[in-house]
């Protein structure tokens, strides 16, 4: 198993949520200071930055770091 994290920023709030909104529908998980992404009181992407991170049997970079 290896568990992949993958660093996510944004010139600007529209373009962050997108790229955070792709990861987790793309099975990726939230991981570190998920409050740089999510104001849980208002349930808005900030800008700034996310750490996401997803766990696979088989490493494949081509496939899983692309597109971010």
């Not at 529209?14 to 955070?20: E, G, I, L, N, R």
């Amino acid at each position: 198993m290896t568990t992949i994290y993958r660093f996510l920023t944004g010139p600007d709030d529209s373009t962050f949520c997108h790229k955070v909104t792709k990861a987790l529908s793309d099975g990726w998980q939230l991981h570190g200071p998920a409050t740089y992404a999510f104001d849980g009181i208002h349930g808005v992407m900030r800008c700034g930055q996310a750490v996401i991170k997803e766990t696979e049997e088989t490493y494949d970079p081509e496939k899983k770091l692309s597109g971010y």
